[in-house]
């Protein structure tokens, strides 16, 4: 292991990894402004490239949030869900939307984000279609909700004489 000689300086005296842990953290997990600064610029800097792994991008997400919580800085479950929601591609918008227009009171918590966007990654993955499939059909505690996009294309060819019509439908059963 390598450690900087402005590091060493600071931990030379320590005997067992207890204390040496403990200098460390005093060192370079303080709960200043400027760390809780950078911490909170985290999750609004994270960003999901489609095709990587969902999981590996929540558990990215997951991270920076308990250190967020272990600085005292703590998001109630709606705002974890629309921060995460908010870290998704444009190509995930139906997702997005269909979210908004379905939750429960109106409120996309962190459960269900997570649990949508898992199901929408697998349902991608299973069908072998692109980011921007055509349908997406979600379905949370009874309620279905069926977002479809269809593109139309007008026009000879598909270059500058093509246009797209985006038609967005959702149904609810029971209120």
């Known amino acids: ?21 403990i200098t460390l953290e ?3 997990a303080r709960k200043n402004g400027n760390n809780k600064m950078f911490l909170i610029k985290q999750p609004l800097a994270l960003k999901y490239i489609d095709g990587a792994s ?5 558990n990215n997400f997951q ?24 870290s998704l591609p444009d190509s995930w918008e139906i997702l997005r939307t269909s979210l908004s227009n379905s939750a429960p009171d109106g409120v996309i918590s962190m ?9 929408e990654e697998m349902r991608r993955k299973s069908l072998g279609t692109s ?7 979600s379905e949370y505690r009874g309620e279905a909700t069926v977002v ?11 270059k500058a004489d093509t246009k797209m019509l985006s038609v967005i439908i959702v149904i609810r059963r029971g209120t």
């Open 111 to 119: 459960d269900l984000a997570k649990s949508s966007v898992l199901n």
């Open 54 to 58: 969902m999981t590996n991008n929540l």
């Open 148 to 158: 479809l996009q269809k593109e139309i294309k007008v026009g000879a060819t598909l």
């Open 1 to 21: 292991m390598w450690i900087d000689d402005n590091v060493l300086n600071h931990i030379i005296g320590e005997t067992d990894a207890r204390a040496l842990w």
């Open 63 to 86: 991270g920076i949030m308990n250190q967020l919580s272990a600085m005292g800085i703590k998001f109630d479950e709606e705002i974890q869900g629309l921060l995460f929601l908010g």
């Open 131 to 137: 980011p921007n499939s055509d349908t997406l059909v």
């Open 26 to 28: 005093q060192l370079y």
